[in-house]
């Protein structure tokens, strides 16, 4: 008899020693669940840069035709609804001007040729609809680097801005709108 009390004492012990990790740890599985989703959403970011980087791997001259913007589909597909009508805008107004767009190369590489190769993407999570992806590679030998601002519409992501070392997609419509009205840009 003094065994199954003993037995029971222990079981009682060990019980007592679970149900306290378990109350301790439940407060904590919120916390895990809120952390997995930005994991998530980093993946989602990630692999959309992906599928328009893997484009460009090699020559533009060769296989690695990039992406081609060619209707405004395709625009709105890979930008937010704001940048892309920026876009979309400038085509039409220099189409009728006879006079090329302000965005001359690929704004994915920032130049009308490349050769890359050592593609890079890594993602940061910036908050819940937006998240910054830096892409970087060899171009023709020479390091690069692109930063792109991303926006979540709805669960698919849109790039809100793309930065080069010359400046950002942006940039390059403020500039414009300056100099179509006689201003300095900001």
């Not at 990039?66 to 709105?76: C, H, I, S, Y």
């Not at 030998?141 to 709805?154: M, N």
Request: proline share 4%.
């Amino acid at each position: 008899m003094k065994m199954n009390r003993v037995g029971c004492a222990a079981w009682s012990r060990r019980g007592i020693v679970t149900a306290a990790a378990i109350a301790l740890a439940l407060p904590a599985l919120p916390a895990l669940a809120r952390k997995k989703k930005p994991d998530r959403e980093e993946s989602a970011a990630r692999a959309f840069l992906n599928s328009i980087y893997q484009h460009y791997l090699g020559k533009s001259s060769g296989d690695a035709a990039g992406v081609a913007l060619t209707d405004a589909n395709l625009v709105r597909n890979y930008f937010t609804v704001g940048l892309a009508s920026l876009i979309l805008e400038d085509r039409a107004t220099a189409a009728k001007r006879g006079e090329p767009p302000v965005l001359a190369g690929d704004p994915f590489v920032g130049h009308q040729e490349w050769d890359i190769s050592d593609l890079s993407i890594e993602v940061k999570d910036t908050g819940a609809l937006k998240t910054t992806g830096t892409v970087t590679f060899m171009n023709s030998g020479k390091p690069e680097k692109i930063v792109l601002e991303l926006l979540r519409s709805g669960k698919e992501w849109r790039i809100a801005d793309i930065g080069w070392n010359s400046g950002t997609l942006r940039g390059l419509y403020r500039r414009k709108a300056a100099n179509d009205s006689g201003t300095a840009p900001n």
